[in-house]
């Protein structure tokens, strides 16, 4: 589990950067559109997957207060639902994947 955990954090964190070179480049606005969503509708579920399994390994300690996790784990949870809920997202990838075609 924490070798998937740590995966995954990588990989969101390398979307991050490419989309932030994207848009460092000013590469046109449909395409900065669609890695933006991508980039940010992964890393937030990356986050609340994560959150979730640290949550679980440390088991009953993981929804204790005293402990970050638990609020690691909701402070995920808004991840995924400001700046347009992941559905949304979603939406906007599949958009302009299926208009590229």
């Known amino acids: ?3 998937d955990m ?3 954090i990588e990989v969101a964190r390398r979307m991050i950067y490419t989309t932030s070179e ?3 480049h000013k590469r046109a606005d449909k395409e900065m559109a669609t890695f933006a969503a991508m980039a940010k509708c992964f890393a937030s579920d990356m986050a609340m997957k994560v959150t979730t ?7 009953g300690y993981g929804i204790m207060k005293e402990y970050h996790v638990e609020r690691m784990m909701r402070d995920a949870k808004v991840t995924q639902i400001i700046e347009g809920t992941n559905q949304i997202q979603r939406i906007i ?3 302009n994947v299926l208009s590229s075609q």
């Not at 640290?54 to 088991?59: M, P």
Request: no cysteine; hydrophobic share 65%.
């Open 1 to 3: 589990m924490i070798a």
């Open 6 to 8: 740590a995966m995954n």
């Open 22 to 24: 994207y848009i460092g």
């Open 53 to 59: 399994d640290a949550v679980q390994i440390l088991g």
């Open 93 to 95: 990838i599949a958009r």
